[in-house]
Each structure stands twice: as C-alpha cells, then as structure tokens.
C-alpha cells in the first residue's frame, strides 16, 4: 500500500512538474530565433490537418521546441490544452445566463461543458503519456497519446451534436461551433503530429 502511493506521489509531482514547465514556455519573437527552429516547425506544420493554424499557434515556441519533434507534439498539446480551457470559460459564460435559454438549450449546454472538461482531462493524460516515451514501454505510451487525443477529438465532437438536429435556436449553435472549432482543430493537429513522431 505505502508502495503504490510513493509511487502515485511521484507519479503526480512529475507530471504537475511537466505541465507547469510546458505552459511557462513564452513565445519568442520570430526574430529572435533561429532560422532552423522556424522551419523545423513550418515543415513539420505542413503536413497537419490545418496547417496554417499549426504555424500560427506553435511558431511563435520555435526557440523552446528547437528542432525537437517530441518537444514539438508536447507544445502542441499544451497548446490544445489551452484553447480547449477557453472553450469552457465561453461555454460556461453562455450557461450563465439563467432564464435565457429553453429547457433544451439549458441542457445541450451543461451537456457541451462536460464535453469540453472530459476533452481538456484527456489532452492531460495525453501529455503525461508523452512524458514517458522513454520508457521500455515507448509503444505503449505512445498508442495511450494517441487513444487519448482521439478521445478528446470525439468529446468535442459530442458538444456540437448536442446543438445539431435540436430545437436550439442559430445564433446559439453558431456560438458553440465557434468556440468549439478552434480547439479541434489544434487537437487535430496535435494528433496529427503525435501519429507522426516516429
């Protein structure tokens, strides 16, 4: 028993290490870094789902991810983690209007929000997935990246259809596909790039 919580305490601490260290990362002025980081990440953006996205969102951690693919996939998680925590901030916004909204749209809202809580737990475990590639068990690790993103990627997937096929009024629906498009797509690019590490 005492066995297996040092190592869930060590488990945790390595794990709140890395993500504080990743989300710290500052982006760095483009000309200020290396030509060869530039187009390390640019080459490797141009072959993701959404390619220009990729470069916008991860180009400006050049400096930080260098010429290092797995440094690069774990940006880009951290990356999704963050548009997908601003999904929530804006989804819940909406959920806070009392009496606005129908007795359905109430609920395709509290419904979306959970949708957006269970994408943001499963980038998390994507990422501590990816903290441990260098393990005997890489393969492992790596389809749990992998298994992790695409869950996440459903999740969101989820929300939207909760607005879909509905008595949901259109401005509330093109709200929610609004803030819930950015987010999957740099998850999409994350997957892609993880699919891709080796």
Known sequence: MEKNYNLTKK?????????????????????????????????RCSATTYPAVCIRTLYPYASYVQTNPLKLCKTALSVAIQGASNTTAKVSKLAS?????????????????????????????????????GGADRQFQWANAKTWGSAAITDLESCLDGF??????????????????????????ALYL?????
């Open 11 to 43: 488990f945790l601490c390595t794990f709140l290490s890395l993500v504080s260290s990743i989300s710290l990362v500052q982006p760095t002025s483009a000309a200020t870094t290396p030509s060869a980081y530039t187009n390390f990440v640019k080459t």
């Open 194 to 198: 993880i699919n891709h590490l080796y």
């Open 164 to 189: 879909t096929g509905r008595k949901i009024s259109p401005a509330l629906r093109a709200n929610i596909k609004s803030f819930v498009l950015p987010p999957q797509k740099l998850i999409s690019n």
């Open 97 to 133: 209007r009392k009496g606005y909204y129908s007795r359905m749209e109430a609920a395709a809202l509290k419904d979306c929000m959970y949708d957006v809580k269970d994408a943001i737990s499963e980038l998390k475990q994507a990422l501590s997935a990816m903290t441990r590639l």
